[in-house]
């Protein structure tokens, strides 16, 4: 018997139907030649907590850092137990297993860990197949099923997704526990966490925000002078090698510059062609989303998954490629001919007009060897647009419309610049004129591509009257607050925020915190442990991250460190470093780091809280509260008592507990 074994019960169904089903049973399909699907809801399976390991993990204390397992154990999600049953049961049953896990790192490893957990033979495990579907509809998934490949073949994009799992346990677990600890001890009540790729990118946010707190406009000065060539005047800057920061000097640089003659030394037109933006990945389909409409990263990545998994009128969505494949090229004519057919609609203009005959550069399968993903784009389905919600029509809308882009013409431009000498002072102008619209058509023009002014014709050498000169006061502006469109970018282009030398050039300019599939998961953990807010449109930070980041050795919250991380994941995804080599890594950092803090080497520098002290004589701990039997309380974190709450004081000692690890 084959079975496969799909990620989430929409793609089990859709394999069962291309295959033919005979029966649906609990939790799997039977169909037809014998074959079954079953599938996961996610992960089934997760790392057991530290007390797993052992009952002394159960109270927190520094003596019991770091914590190494040496055997992992995983167990059964709280939701999942009864389905991980059904798939159990199914894989004894089979000769074959097929991996239908989703075509990524996290997709290949959650079917994966399940087969090791059903303690299969060597024989089941290495005969293990693997199909990729990146699209659901019954074509394309026949396609997938008929060039099923070996699953040993990605075994390296599994360990990487392992690896990932482990080392972020491993830094989470362990440093969580240390810095809350240690937050105890100056008398905070907040569980801090601390994660691999949250703090860095909570970091960011914070960073921003204090320079943001922190900025103090800069008043400069910028001179402009109006030519005028017939009839038709036009603006030019002065150019400076140094800003001008006083007025006087400005204006005493316009006193000989009015009236006065000037010499044309430059007047160049070029055409500038432009292609049409590529189609969507997920991160540029997130960003943009989060511009146009205020859409967060989870909320596109959840709705962009609604149109791939229910609606099947997109390719699978958690995608960092920005490319298409010519194999499906064959799709074009179809795709268009639905878009066609939305009869009243933007997109239906838009299809009539596409030149199916055009292939712009998103169309290059190098840019996607060793990939199983493409970009976003729109299924071979007919879409129905009765059908989705507000939020799902604009989001179908825009990955539709790139893809329509694809079959225009590029756009084309005269970009004309015209340089003037006068006297000592060099002016510069530059001038924009829409030849050919081309993809803007469907597109548009980008928001920052602002109109320019209508330029004369010059020659080099023309003499040309200045006809009046100003100075314009102006002020620096501050940085812009983080949206999750601008965050998730600033998350996927970390080298950029780093200024150490030693660390950039370790790390490539492209190398990112996290992955496609997980940035918007991180975000959202992130504002839901209420260290990040919304406000508005824009992201900021909450006390909280304020206090955790700042009081943070700088080797846990720099996000060049899980950068360089990230890229060590690469490399064993391409099967190039081992797990146990990883792991040993990993295994040195977190020990320096527990040690450094144990130590204080690394200092965890934060101030001490508000909190009353505990009012036993001769202890130095700190009264927090908790919620007791009878109401809200306080409970001293170094001796234990409780004491009876008074108006949100520490009223009379009621109890004497035992002491609490946390001392320690």
Excluded at 82 to 103: F, M, S, Y
Excluded at 134 to 160: F, Q
Excluded at 321 to 348: F, H, W
Aim: aromatic share 6%; hydrophobic share 35%.
């Amino acid at each position: 018997m084959r079975l496969f074994i799909a990620e989430k019960p929409s793609l089990g169904r859709a394999i069962a139907a291309s295959l033919g089903v005979i029966k649906n049973e609990k939790g799997y399909i039977t169909c037809k030649n014998g074959d079954v699907v079953t599938w996961c809801v996610g992960h089934l399976l997760e790392l057991a907590e530290p007390e797993a390991y052992d009952e002394k993990y159960k109270s927190w204390s520094l003596d019991t850092l770091p914590i190494f397992p040496k055997e992992w154990i995983l167990i059964p999600t709280d939701s999942s137990k009864e389905q991980l049953d059904v798939v159990l049961e199914q894989i004894k049953k089979a000769t074959i297993l097929v991996n239908a896990g989703d075509p990524d790192r996290e997709g290949d490893l959650l079917v994966n860990e399940v087969i090791e957990y059903a303690n299969v033979s060597n024989d089941i495990k290495d005969n293990a197949l693997r199909v990729l579907i990146n699209d659901l509809n019954p074509k394309a998934i026949e396609t997938a099923i008929n060039n099923l490949e070996p699953n040993s073949k990605r075994i390296p994009i599994s360990n990487a997704a392992l690896c990932r799992s482990r080392a972020d346990w491993l830094l989470g677990m362990n440093m969580t526990r240390a810095c809350s600890i240690l937050a105890k001890r100056k008398g905070h009540d907040n569980t801090l966490h601390v994660g691999r790729v949250q703090t860095p990118t909570i970091q960011l946010v914070v960073k921003r925000d204090i320079e943001i707190a922190n900025f103090k406009p800069v008043d400069f000065f910028e001179v402009e002078a109006q030519f005028t060539h017939a009839d038709i005047p036009f603006k030019a800057k002065l150019q400076n090698k140094k800003r001008i920061d006083k007025k006087d000097v400005a204006e005493s640089m316009i006193t000989n510059i009015a009236g006065q003659p000037a010499t044309v030394t430059l007047c160049e037109t070029k055409r500038a062609k432009s292609q049409p933006p590529l189609p969507f990945s997920l991160r540029t389909l997130q960003e943009a989303m989060s511009s146009k409409y205020g859409y967060g990263a989870k909320e596109t990545l959840d709705i962009a998954q609604s149109l791939y998994e229910t609606h099947k009128i997109t390719s699978y969505p958690r995608t960092d490629k920005n490319y298409l494949s010519t194999i499906k090229e064959d799709e074009i004519p179809l795709i268009i001919e639905n878009l066609e057919g939305l009869n009243d609609t933007p997109l239906a203009q838009w299809a009539s007009d596409a030149d199916m005959s055009l292939r712009s550069p998103c169309w290059n399968d190098k840019k996607l060897e060793d990939s199983a993903h493409t970009a976003i784009i729109p299924t071979t389905s007919a879409p129905d647009l009765d059908a989705l919600s507000e939020a799902e029509h604009n989001v179908y809308t825009a990955i539709a419309s790139r893809y329509l882009a694809q079959f225009y013409p590029t756009a084309e431009d005269d970009n004309t610049t015209i340089k003037i000498q006068s006297g000592e002072h060099e002016f510069k102008t530059t001038g924009k004129i829409e030849i050919k619209k081309g993809w803007r058509t469907v597109l548009g023009k980008d928001k920052n591509d602002t109109e320019e002014q209508s330029l004369p014709s010059l020659t080099k050498d023309q003499s040309i009257d200045c006809t009046n000169a100003e100075v314009i006061s102006k002020k620096t502006s501050a940085p812009k607050p983080y949206t999750e469109g601008t965050l998730l970018s600033a998350m996927c282009n970390i080298g950029k925020e780093v200024t150490d030398p030693a660390l950039k050039a370790k790390l490539k300019e492209t190398a990112g915190l996290g992955t496609e599939a997980t940035r918007a998961g991180i975000i959202e953990k992130a504002k839901e442990r209420k260290y990040l807010t919304l406000k508005g449109k824009n992201i900021v930070s909450t006390p909280l991250a304020k206090m955790l980041v700042m009081a943070l050795p700088n080797k846990v919250r720099d996000p060049a460190i899980t950068a360089i991380w990230e890229q060590q994941l690469d490399v064993v995804e391409r099967g190039e470093c081992s797990v146990e080599t990883f792991m040993n890594a990993i295994e040195k950092t977190v020990q320096s780091l527990v040690d450094d803090l144990k130590s204080g080497k690394e200092p965890f520098t934060l101030s001490k809280s508000n909190a009353p002290a505990c009012p036993q004589s001769g202890c130095t701990g700190f009264a927090l509260p908790f919620e007791g039997k009878k109401g809200k309380a306080h409970q001293c974190h170094v001796c234990g008592t409780k004491f009876k709450d008074d108006n949100g004081k520490v009223g009379k000692a009621i109890k004497k507990i035992k002491k609490l690890d946390v001392k320690k």
